[in-house]
């Protein structure tokens, strides 16, 4: 079947990384720009590949180039709302070819090309045809399929700017619904192979970490394909309609998780927030100082307030993780009504990238919009509190109040650790809001839990005794 492709293409190789130092070039990326868009259309040459700009034996080794990936499709029973949930296999399928590997999605996708593939004869055109091979395995219903790959600079951005205007569209038809007026959700499983523990619940106003798939690409995914990766969830009992909790979600999180969570809350960073997989489009973030939340999205270049890039952030609770303070999310989340519901919603963000912040500017209510800083007005946290002060941002009222005493927080150390000093000097004296509990997460089999506390702090300093 894959007789004319100088690799393998198996499962087996899904989850495959490409580290640097195995790299031959990369392909769009955060240094560099790229789409993947899946069209039906009426009328397909079956099996036609094309690759516009350079191929792969044109390029560098370490070189990076821009990248996208047309998938034109053709067959009697496709329906349009079926083409975000055939596009989100992209990252599935591409993962199949040996010494190719393919993160993210939509105009977020990040490719490498490993030095062996590339040695076997691997080209880009390969790829164009495993993947013709792959999506009518896949996908029966598809008749005829054509695969553009482009790498030429002004054809991809002439392509990712189309792609965007696609994605707008099918964006603004999920939002003319509510999870009240559904009665089932879904689930999805698709990036299990590498966050094994990881569940994404889909609702009409929580729409899929990746950003890629609403509740209509779930709904069209799970009738074509029952035994799918998607799949319905019945709503079951209301347990904590602000927090989002349900029975039924909890008990399948359980069961698609191997039983490592029981316990999902759809609309907060808190107790038990969503899984996180590595696909999301943003991570929120708890900031203990001010009682707050910031959000930071993947293509933010810079540090956070708290002195870490997206990067860490991410590695802080990706993989199929829940840990109390963080979460992914979709940017197209931050344009739900019930958008961290639970926890304050917009009132309790108090730090966004300014790109995000503009993107959303229709979506932030009007007397908040001036008062939530971005990277340009606050780089830390004592400039952060100067400008929410300034500005009178809603967190102060959290703030309020007198210093309480400081609980010493129970720590279990189930083995030795070696621990880092961490030299805290140049942070703010500013207390820790109340909080009924948060749990600071920390590596070595060690949990410190803080419950009803304030904190201040010039200078602290964890040492192993």
Same mark, same amino acid.
């Given at each position: 079947?894959?007789?004319?492709?100088?690799?393998?293409?198996?499962?087996?190789?899904?989850?495959?990384?490409?580290?640097?130092?195995?790299?031959?070039?990369?392909?769009?990326?955060?240094?560099?720009?790229?789409?993947?868009?899946?069209?039906?259309?009426?009328?397909?040459?079956?099996?036609?590949?094309?690759?516009?700009?350079?191929?792969?034996?044109?390029?560098?080794?370490?070189?990076?180039?821009?990248?996208?990936?047309?998938?034109?499709?053709?067959?009697?029973?496709?329906?349009?709302?079926?083409?975000?949930?055939?596009?989100? *296999?992209?990252?599935?399928?591409?993962?199949?070819?040996?010494?190719?590997?393919?993160?993210?999605?939509?105009?977020?996708?990040?490719? *490498?090309?490993?030095? @062996?593939?590339?040695?076997?004869?691997?080209?880009?055109?390969?790829?164009?045809?495993?993947?013709?091979?792959?999506?009518?395995?896949?996908?029966?219903?598809?008749?005829?399929?054509?695969?553009?790959?482009?790498?030429?600079?002004?054809?991809?951005?002439?392509?990712?700017?189309?792609?965007?205007?696609?994605?707008?569209?099918?964006?603004?038809?999920?939002?003319?619904?509510?999870?009240?007026?559904?009665?089932?959700?879904?689930?999805?499983?698709?990036?299990?192979?590498?966050?094994?523990?990881?569940?994404?619940?889909?609702?009409?106003?929580?729409?899929?970490?990746?950003?890629?798939?609403?509740?209509?690409?779930?709904?069209?995914?799970?009738?074509?394909?029952?035994?799918?990766?998607?799949?319905?969830?019945?709503?079951?009992?209301?347990?904590?309609?602000?927090?989002?909790?349900?029975?039924?979600?909890?008990?399948?999180?359980?069961?698609?998780?191997?039983?490592? =969570?029981?316990?999902?809350?759809?609309?907060?960073?808190?107790?038990?927030?969503?899984?996180?997989?590595?696909?999301?489009?943003?991570?929120?973030?708890?900031?203990? @100082?001010?009682?707050?939340?910031?959000?930071?999205?993947?293509?933010?270049?810079?540090?956070?307030?708290?002195?870490?890039?997206?990067?860490?952030?991410?590695?802080?609770?990706?993989?199929?993780?829940?840990?109390?303070? =963080?979460?992914?999310?979709?940017?197209?989340?931050?344009?739900?009504?019930?958008?961290?519901?639970?926890?304050?919603?917009?009132?309790?963000?108090?730090?966004?990238?300014?790109?995000?912040?503009?993107?959303?500017?229709?979506?932030?209510?009007?007397?908040?919009?001036?008062?939530?800083?971005?990277?340009?007005?606050?780089?830390?946290?004592?400039?952060?509190?100067?400008?929410?002060?300034?500005?009178?941002?809603?967190?102060?009222?959290?703030?309020?109040?007198?210093?309480?005493?400081?609980?010493?927080?129970?720590?279990?150390?189930?083995?030795?650790?070696?621990?880092?000093?961490?030299?805290?000097?140049?942070?703010?004296?500013?207390?820790?809001?109340?909080?009924?509990?948060?749990?600071?997460?920390?590596?070595?089999?060690?949990?410190?839990?803080?419950?009803?506390?304030?904190?201040?702090?010039?200078?602290?300093?964890?040492?192993?005794?």
């Amino acid at each position: 079947m894959f007789e004319d492709i100088p690799v393998d293409v198996s499962p087996m190789y899904e989850g495959e990384r490409i580290r640097s130092a195995n790299m031959f070039v990369e392909l769009a990326g955060p240094k560099s720009w790229g789409a993947e868009l899946v069209q039906v259309e009426e009328t397909v040459e079956d099996g036609k590949v094309e690759v516009i700009g350079p191929e792969l034996q044109d390029m560098g080794e370490g070189d990076i180039h821009p990248l996208g990936i047309k998938i034109e499709i053709q067959g009697e029973a496709l329906e349009k709302e079926l083409e975000g949930v055939i596009e989100r *296999r992209t990252h599935e399928l591409c993962n199949y070819i040996k010494g190719f590997m393919h993160l993210n999605q939509r105009d977020q996708i990040w490719c *490498r090309v490993s030095k @062996e593939a590339l040695e076997a004869g691997f080209k880009l055109e390969d790829l164009a045809k495993a993947l013709l091979i792959l999506f009518k395995e896949e996908y029966p219903i598809i008749e005829s399929i054509a695969i553009t790959i482009m790498t030429d600079e002004d054809e991809v951005q002439r392509f990712v700017e189309k792609a965007r205007l696609q994605y707008e569209q099918r964006d603004a038809r999920a939002r003319e619904l509510s999870d009240e007026d559904v009665d089932v959700f879904y689930g999805c499983v698709m990036c299990q192979s590498f966050a094994p523990t990881h569940v994404c619940v889909v609702t009409p106003d929580r729409t899929a970490l990746c950003g890629a798939i609403n509740w209509f690409d779930c709904r069209a995914a799970a009738k074509m394909d029952p035994d799918g990766p998607i799949f319905e969830i019945e709503k079951g009992e209301v347990l904590d309609e602000v927090k989002g909790e349900y029975s039924t979600v909890n008990e399948v999180v359980s069961q698609r998780s191997q039983g490592t =969570f029981d316990t999902v809350y759809l609309h907060s960073v808190f107790g038990h927030p969503h899984t996180s997989c590595g696909c999301f489009e943003a991570v929120a973030f708890y900031i203990p @100082e001010l009682d707050g939340i910031g959000i930071v999205d993947r293509d933010f270049r810079g540090e956070t307030p708290l002195g870490i890039p997206f990067s860490a952030m991410a590695g802080q609770c990706s993989g199929g993780k829940q840990v109390e303070g =963080f979460t992914g999310l979709s940017l197209e989340y931050m344009r739900s009504p019930k958008f961290l519901q639970a926890d304050g919603g917009y009132e309790r963000i108090i730090w966004l990238p300014k790109e995000i912040k503009e993107s959303l500017s229709e979506y932030i209510p009007g007397d908040l919009k001036d008062k939530i800083p971005t990277e340009e007005e606050s780089a830390n946290i004592k400039d952060m509190r100067a400008f929410l002060e300034e500005k009178g941002h809603p967190i102060l009222d959290r703030l309020e109040g007198t210093p309480g005493e400081v609980e010493e927080a129970p720590v279990q150390e189930e083995e030795s650790v070696e621990y880092a000093e961490m030299d805290m000097e140049a942070m703010p004296v500013a207390p820790v809001a109340y909080a009924p509990e948060f749990t600071m997460p920390a590596s070595g089999g060690v949990k410190i839990i803080f419950k009803n506390a304030k904190i201040y702090a010039e200078k602290v300093i964890i040492k192993k005794n």
